[in-house]
Nanobody, 114 residues
């Protein structure tokens, strides 16, 4: 059974950067379009970035220009580089298959605060 494991979150000051990592234990990220979601307190989970099989990417306006999604097929990893972080980016971040999600992992907490 495939399980996603996210890591790399933490506490960072506004304007700072973090790189999140995601691996698919028992599965592969190479053959699928992958995506990152986030869920802020009291809000629904939202899709923020996706990377297609051909390597093309797409972002929601709130993160475009600040976040970069990438895939390392050899390492079976998906990354989310987050720059110029804002307090509004505080959330639990998850990765999953883009087209059809499977069981969600634990996610990784990102807190942007002074």
């Amino acid at each position: 059974q495939v399980q996603f494991v996210e890591s790399g979150g933490g506490l960072v000051q506004p304007g700072g950067s973090l790189r999140l990592s995601c691996t698919a234990s028992g599965g592969t990220v190479r053959l699928y379009s992958m995506a990152w979601w986030r869920q802020a307190p009291q809000k629904q989970r939202e899709l923020i970035a996706r990377i297609y099989i051909d390597g093309s990417t797409n972002y929601v306006p709130s993160v475009k220009g600040r976040f970069t999604i990438a895939r390392d097929s050899a390492a079976n990893m998906v990354y989310l580089q987050m720059n110029s972080l804002e307090p509004e980016d505080t959330a639990v971040y998850y990765c999953n298959y883009y087209a059809q999600q499977i069981t969600w992992g634990q996610g990784t907490q990102v807190t942007v605060s002074t």
